[in-house]
Protein backbone atom coordinates (compact mmCIF):
# COMPACT_ATOMS: atom_id res chain seq x y z
CA UNK A 1 0.00 0.00 0.00
CA UNK A 2 2.57 2.68 0.66
CA UNK A 3 4.29 1.99 -2.92
CA UNK A 4 0.73 2.60 -4.46
CA UNK A 5 -0.15 5.72 -2.12
CA UNK A 6 3.82 7.23 -3.34
CA UNK A 7 3.74 6.47 -6.73
CA UNK A 8 0.34 8.38 -6.74
CA UNK A 9 1.50 11.23 -4.68
CA UNK A 10 4.92 11.25 -6.83
CA UNK A 11 3.87 14.09 -9.11
CA UNK A 12 2.34 16.59 -6.93
CA UNK A 13 5.44 16.48 -5.20
CA UNK A 14 8.18 16.86 -8.29
CA UNK A 15 6.02 19.23 -9.12
CA UNK A 16 5.82 21.14 -6.16
CA UNK A 17 9.36 20.79 -5.78
CA UNK A 18 10.20 22.34 -9.20
CA UNK A 19 8.29 25.04 -9.12
CA UNK A 20 4.75 23.84 -9.68
CA UNK A 21 4.50 23.00 -13.96
CA UNK A 22 1.52 20.51 -14.20
CA UNK A 23 3.09 18.29 -17.02
CA UNK A 24 1.56 14.83 -16.50
CA UNK A 25 4.38 12.18 -16.60
CA UNK A 26 4.74 11.12 -20.06
CA UNK A 27 3.24 7.18 -20.91
CA UNK A 28 5.82 5.20 -23.13
CA UNK A 29 4.10 4.37 -27.05
CA UNK A 30 3.63 0.81 -27.45
CA UNK A 31 6.34 -0.60 -29.52
CA UNK A 32 5.80 -1.85 -33.31
CA UNK A 33 4.39 -5.49 -33.28
CA UNK A 34 5.83 -6.69 -36.87
CA UNK A 35 7.80 -9.69 -37.07
CA UNK A 36 11.09 -9.40 -39.23
CA UNK A 37 13.66 -11.90 -39.85
CA UNK A 38 15.89 -12.20 -37.12
CA UNK A 39 19.24 -10.82 -37.55
CA UNK A 40 22.52 -12.18 -37.99
CA UNK A 41 24.66 -13.76 -35.73
CA UNK A 42 27.67 -12.20 -34.30
CA UNK A 43 31.14 -14.06 -34.35
CA UNK A 44 31.28 -15.89 -30.42
CA UNK A 45 33.07 -18.59 -29.01
CA UNK A 46 30.37 -19.37 -26.98
CA UNK A 47 28.55 -23.05 -27.99
CA UNK A 48 24.56 -23.38 -28.27
CA UNK A 49 23.55 -24.90 -24.77
CA UNK A 50 20.33 -26.62 -26.59
CA UNK A 51 19.33 -27.79 -29.63
CA UNK A 52 15.27 -27.16 -30.74
CA UNK A 53 13.76 -30.25 -30.71
CA UNK A 54 12.02 -31.75 -34.19
CA UNK A 55 8.79 -30.44 -32.44
CA UNK A 56 8.64 -27.83 -29.80
CA UNK A 57 6.50 -28.84 -26.89
CA UNK A 58 3.20 -26.39 -25.59
CA UNK A 59 4.65 -24.66 -22.26
CA UNK A 60 2.40 -25.81 -19.36
CA UNK A 61 -0.57 -22.98 -18.56
CA UNK A 62 0.91 -22.34 -15.29
CA UNK A 63 4.70 -21.58 -16.13
CA UNK A 64 6.22 -18.41 -15.30
CA UNK A 65 8.77 -16.09 -17.82
CA UNK A 66 12.16 -14.50 -16.61
CA UNK A 67 15.09 -13.71 -17.94
CA UNK A 68 18.73 -12.72 -16.77
CA UNK A 69 21.57 -10.93 -18.07
CA UNK A 70 24.68 -12.53 -18.54
CA UNK A 71 27.24 -10.55 -20.43
CA UNK A 72 27.83 -8.15 -23.55
CA UNK A 73 29.30 -10.74 -26.11
CA UNK A 74 29.40 -7.65 -28.57
CA UNK A 75 29.19 -4.07 -28.15
CA UNK A 76 29.99 -2.92 -24.39
CA UNK A 77 28.40 -0.07 -22.81
CA UNK A 78 29.81 3.14 -24.35
CA UNK A 79 31.45 1.22 -27.54
CA UNK A 80 33.03 3.74 -30.18
CA UNK A 81 31.71 3.97 -33.55
CA UNK A 82 32.03 5.96 -36.12
CA UNK A 83 28.80 7.47 -38.17
CA UNK A 84 26.72 5.31 -39.93
CA UNK A 85 28.76 2.22 -39.28
CA UNK A 86 27.35 -1.09 -39.73
CA UNK A 87 27.68 -3.46 -36.22
CA UNK A 88 26.33 -6.12 -34.33
CA UNK A 89 24.79 -6.32 -30.54
CA UNK A 90 24.96 -9.43 -28.93
CA UNK A 91 23.43 -10.11 -25.45
CA UNK A 92 23.89 -13.52 -23.54
CA UNK A 93 20.98 -14.07 -21.68
CA UNK A 94 19.29 -17.06 -19.60
CA UNK A 95 16.20 -18.85 -18.90
CA UNK A 96 15.73 -18.40 -15.72
CA UNK A 97 11.69 -18.82 -15.82
CA UNK A 98 9.68 -21.82 -15.93
CA UNK A 99 8.62 -21.43 -19.63
CA UNK A 100 10.60 -22.26 -22.98
CA UNK A 101 11.36 -19.50 -25.16
CA UNK A 102 9.57 -20.52 -28.60
CA UNK A 103 9.87 -18.63 -31.62
CA UNK A 104 6.66 -17.13 -30.57
CA UNK A 105 8.80 -15.48 -28.26
CA UNK A 106 10.60 -12.45 -29.75
CA UNK A 107 13.36 -9.54 -28.97
CA UNK A 108 10.60 -6.36 -29.42
CA UNK A 109 12.65 -2.73 -30.13
CA UNK A 110 11.09 -0.52 -26.77
CA UNK A 111 12.45 3.02 -27.41
CA UNK A 112 15.59 5.23 -27.37
CA UNK A 113 17.72 5.13 -30.81
CA UNK A 114 16.16 2.30 -33.07
CA UNK A 115 19.33 2.43 -35.35
CA UNK A 116 17.78 0.71 -37.92
CA UNK A 117 17.24 -2.36 -35.52
CA UNK A 118 14.22 -4.72 -36.91
CA UNK A 119 10.71 -3.71 -34.79
CA UNK A 120 10.74 -7.67 -33.76
CA UNK A 121 12.99 -10.78 -33.99
CA UNK A 122 11.66 -14.02 -32.81
CA UNK A 123 13.98 -15.72 -30.22
CA UNK A 124 15.58 -19.06 -30.31
CA UNK A 125 14.42 -22.33 -28.59
CA UNK A 126 15.83 -21.71 -25.16
CA UNK A 127 14.61 -23.90 -22.77
CA UNK A 128 14.32 -23.28 -18.49
CA UNK A 129 18.00 -22.85 -17.39
CA UNK A 130 19.89 -22.46 -20.50
CA UNK A 131 21.14 -19.38 -22.06
CA UNK A 132 20.74 -17.81 -25.78
CA UNK A 133 23.09 -15.26 -27.14
CA UNK A 134 20.70 -13.17 -29.18
CA UNK A 135 21.79 -10.61 -31.72
CA UNK A 136 20.43 -8.21 -33.81
CA UNK A 137 22.09 -5.98 -36.69
CA UNK A 138 22.33 -2.21 -36.23
CA UNK A 139 23.44 1.00 -37.62
CA UNK A 140 24.90 3.49 -35.75
CA UNK A 141 23.63 7.02 -36.31
CA UNK A 142 24.52 10.56 -38.34
CA UNK A 143 25.29 12.33 -35.83
CA UNK A 144 27.87 12.42 -33.59
CA UNK A 145 26.71 12.22 -29.50
CA UNK A 146 26.16 9.14 -27.38
CA UNK A 147 22.80 7.10 -27.48
CA UNK A 148 20.89 4.33 -26.38
CA UNK A 149 18.44 1.75 -27.88
CA UNK A 150 15.99 0.03 -25.26
CA UNK A 151 14.70 -3.09 -25.90
CA UNK A 152 12.04 -5.85 -24.32
CA UNK A 153 11.88 -9.60 -24.19
CA UNK A 154 7.96 -10.84 -24.73
CA UNK A 155 6.14 -13.96 -24.82
CA UNK A 156 4.11 -15.47 -26.70
CA UNK A 157 0.99 -13.33 -25.14
CA UNK A 158 3.13 -10.08 -26.38
CA UNK A 159 3.91 -9.74 -22.46
CA UNK A 160 7.32 -8.44 -21.35
CA UNK A 161 9.55 -10.55 -20.02
CA UNK A 162 11.42 -9.00 -16.86
CA UNK A 163 15.13 -9.53 -16.82
CA UNK A 164 17.01 -8.76 -13.28
CA UNK A 165 13.50 -7.66 -12.14
CA UNK A 166 13.80 -4.63 -14.79
CA UNK A 167 12.31 -4.00 -18.03
CA UNK A 168 14.92 -3.61 -20.88
CA UNK A 169 18.42 -4.88 -22.46
CA UNK A 170 20.31 -2.08 -24.20
CA UNK A 171 22.85 -1.04 -26.28
CA UNK A 172 24.77 2.00 -25.68
CA UNK A 173 26.71 3.34 -27.71
CA UNK A 174 28.97 6.69 -28.63
CA UNK A 175 29.04 8.28 -32.15
CA UNK A 176 32.21 10.29 -33.64
CA UNK A 177 34.77 11.51 -30.52
CA UNK A 178 32.16 13.06 -28.51
CA UNK A 179 33.98 12.05 -24.78
CA UNK A 180 30.95 11.15 -22.44
CA UNK A 181 32.84 9.50 -19.82
CA UNK A 182 35.26 11.41 -17.66
CA UNK A 183 38.40 8.99 -17.04
CA UNK A 184 41.18 10.17 -14.52
CA UNK A 185 44.86 9.92 -15.37
CA UNK A 186 45.57 6.55 -14.57
CA UNK A 187 42.04 5.42 -13.51
CA UNK A 188 38.61 4.10 -14.76
CA UNK A 189 35.25 6.10 -15.45
CA UNK A 190 34.15 7.83 -12.43
CA UNK A 191 31.11 5.61 -11.56
CA UNK A 192 29.23 4.96 -8.30
CA UNK A 193 29.19 1.47 -6.75
CA UNK A 194 26.29 -0.58 -7.09
CA UNK A 195 27.01 -1.95 -3.44
CA UNK A 196 25.11 -0.27 -0.16
CA UNK A 197 27.15 2.69 0.39
CA UNK A 198 28.63 3.03 4.16
CA UNK A 199 29.05 5.78 6.01
CA UNK A 200 26.08 8.14 4.18
CA UNK A 201 22.81 9.11 5.24
CA UNK A 202 21.92 5.03 4.98
CA UNK A 203 22.71 2.30 3.58
CA UNK A 204 21.33 3.03 0.01
CA UNK A 205 22.95 1.33 -3.43
CA UNK A 206 23.71 2.97 -6.84
CA UNK A 207 23.01 1.45 -10.07
CA UNK A 208 26.01 2.14 -12.54
CA UNK A 209 23.65 0.84 -15.50
CA UNK A 210 21.00 3.42 -14.37
CA UNK A 211 23.58 6.32 -14.44
CA UNK A 212 24.96 5.69 -17.74
CA UNK A 213 21.82 5.27 -19.63
CA UNK A 214 20.47 8.76 -17.81
CA UNK A 215 23.82 9.99 -19.22
CA UNK A 216 23.80 8.35 -22.61
CA UNK A 217 19.40 9.74 -23.31
CA UNK A 218 20.55 13.14 -22.14
CA UNK A 219 23.57 13.75 -24.68
CA UNK A 220 20.85 11.86 -27.27
CA UNK A 221 18.63 14.37 -26.41
CA UNK A 222 21.00 17.14 -26.93
CA UNK A 223 22.44 15.69 -30.07
CA UNK A 224 19.23 15.46 -31.48
CA UNK A 225 18.99 19.38 -31.12
CA UNK A 226 22.48 20.03 -32.58
CA UNK A 227 23.69 20.47 -29.09
CA UNK A 228 27.27 19.05 -27.91
CA UNK A 229 27.37 16.48 -25.64
CA UNK A 230 27.94 17.01 -21.73
CA UNK A 231 31.21 15.95 -20.57
CA UNK A 232 31.07 13.79 -17.26
CA UNK A 233 33.01 15.88 -14.16
CA UNK A 234 33.65 13.94 -10.94
CA UNK A 235 33.06 17.18 -8.54
CA UNK A 236 29.47 17.49 -10.19
CA UNK A 237 28.67 13.62 -9.94
CA UNK A 238 29.97 13.86 -6.34
CA UNK A 239 27.02 16.86 -5.90
CA UNK A 240 24.90 14.97 -7.56
CA UNK A 241 25.30 11.77 -5.68
CA UNK A 242 25.34 13.10 -2.48
CA UNK A 243 21.67 14.98 -3.35
CA UNK A 244 20.35 11.88 -4.96
CA UNK A 245 21.20 10.11 -1.27
CA UNK A 246 19.63 12.67 0.51
CA UNK A 247 16.62 12.36 -1.08
CA UNK A 248 16.48 8.58 -0.82
CA UNK A 249 17.61 8.48 2.69
CA UNK A 250 15.58 11.67 4.09
CA UNK A 251 12.38 10.41 2.24
CA UNK A 252 11.90 13.32 0.20
CA UNK A 253 11.88 14.79 -3.73
CA UNK A 254 13.09 18.42 -3.71
CA UNK A 255 15.94 21.00 -5.48
CA UNK A 256 16.22 21.86 -1.37
CA UNK A 257 18.52 19.28 0.37
CA UNK A 258 17.37 18.67 3.96
CA UNK A 259 20.75 20.84 5.48
CA UNK A 260 18.83 23.96 3.11
CA UNK A 261 21.38 23.57 0.72
CA UNK A 262 20.74 24.80 -3.01
CA UNK A 263 22.45 23.03 -6.06
CA UNK A 264 24.66 25.92 -6.17
CA UNK A 265 26.01 25.29 -2.63
CA UNK A 266 26.63 21.77 -3.08
CA UNK A 267 27.86 22.32 -6.50
CA UNK A 268 30.63 25.00 -4.59
CA UNK A 269 31.05 22.23 -1.75
CA UNK A 270 32.14 19.64 -3.76
CA UNK A 271 35.07 22.00 -5.42
CA UNK A 272 33.49 23.16 -8.65
CA UNK A 273 33.53 26.61 -9.50
CA UNK A 274 30.78 27.24 -11.52
CA UNK A 275 29.02 30.23 -13.93
CA UNK A 276 25.81 28.40 -13.93
CA UNK A 277 24.79 25.59 -12.32
CA UNK A 278 21.23 23.89 -12.71
CA UNK A 279 19.76 21.09 -11.78
CA UNK A 280 16.88 18.36 -12.46
CA UNK A 281 15.53 15.70 -10.03
CA UNK A 282 13.68 12.70 -10.79
CA UNK A 283 11.74 10.20 -7.61
CA UNK A 284 10.05 6.78 -8.91
CA UNK A 285 9.93 3.02 -7.45
CA UNK A 286 11.82 1.35 -10.28
CA UNK A 287 8.67 -1.67 -10.30
CA UNK A 288 6.65 1.42 -11.30
CA UNK A 289 8.43 2.59 -14.61
CA UNK A 290 10.93 4.52 -12.53
CA UNK A 291 13.83 3.53 -15.29
CA UNK A 292 16.48 6.01 -17.09
CA UNK A 293 14.02 6.69 -20.45
CA UNK A 294 11.06 7.60 -18.01
CA UNK A 295 12.83 10.41 -15.79
CA UNK A 296 14.59 11.90 -19.37
CA UNK A 297 11.04 11.55 -21.13
CA UNK A 298 9.22 13.19 -18.39
CA UNK A 299 11.86 16.07 -17.63
CA UNK A 300 11.73 16.53 -22.48
CA UNK A 301 8.35 16.74 -21.62
CA UNK A 302 8.22 19.47 -18.77
CA UNK A 303 9.21 22.76 -20.11
CA UNK A 304 11.25 23.76 -17.33
CA UNK A 305 13.12 21.01 -17.06
CA UNK A 306 13.49 20.53 -21.00
CA UNK A 307 15.23 24.49 -20.81
CA UNK A 308 17.79 22.69 -18.49
CA UNK A 309 18.87 19.79 -20.72
CA UNK A 310 19.32 21.69 -23.61
CA UNK A 311 20.64 24.36 -21.96
CA UNK A 312 23.08 25.82 -24.31
CA UNK A 313 25.32 27.01 -21.55
CA UNK A 314 26.50 24.16 -19.87
CA UNK A 315 28.91 22.20 -20.99
CA UNK A 316 29.51 19.30 -18.51
CA UNK A 317 27.18 17.30 -15.87
CA UNK A 318 27.29 15.01 -12.86
CA UNK A 319 24.30 12.32 -12.44
CA UNK A 320 23.35 10.42 -9.26
CA UNK A 321 21.64 7.90 -8.20
CA UNK A 322 20.02 6.18 -5.21
CA UNK A 323 17.61 3.19 -4.17
CA UNK A 324 16.26 2.91 -0.76
CA UNK A 325 14.07 0.35 0.14
CA UNK A 326 12.74 2.06 3.29
CA UNK A 327 12.33 5.63 1.09
CA UNK A 328 8.68 6.27 -0.37
CA UNK A 329 10.10 6.35 -3.73
CA UNK A 330 12.64 4.01 -3.98
CA UNK A 331 14.33 5.49 -6.69
CA UNK A 332 15.70 9.36 -6.67
CA UNK A 333 17.84 10.63 -9.54
CA UNK A 334 19.63 14.35 -9.23
CA UNK A 335 21.58 15.30 -12.77
CA UNK A 336 23.84 18.48 -12.41
CA UNK A 337 24.11 20.71 -15.35
CA UNK A 338 26.81 23.21 -14.74
CA UNK A 339 29.51 25.59 -16.70
CA UNK A 340 33.10 26.51 -14.92
Not at 40 to 49: F, L, M, N, V
Not at 151 to 172: C, H, K, M, Q
Amino acid sequence: MKKSFWVNLFLALVLTACGGNSTPSPTASAPPTATLPAASPAASDATPTSTAPAVIPTNPSDCTDSASFVADVTVPDNTLFSRDEVFVKTWRLQNNGTCAWTPAYSLVFANGEQMDAPASIPLAYTPPDATLDLSVDLVSPAQDGAFVGNFELRNAGGEPISVDNGTYIWVSIVVGESVIVETPPGGSPVTPPSAPVGGGPCAYTTNPDFINQTLALINSQRAAHGLPALVVNAQLTAAAQGHAADMACNSFISHVGSDGSSVQARVSAAGYTSSVALENIFGQPPQYGGTPDSAVQWWMNDLIHRNVILHNKVVEIGVGYAYYADSDLDGYWAVVFAAP
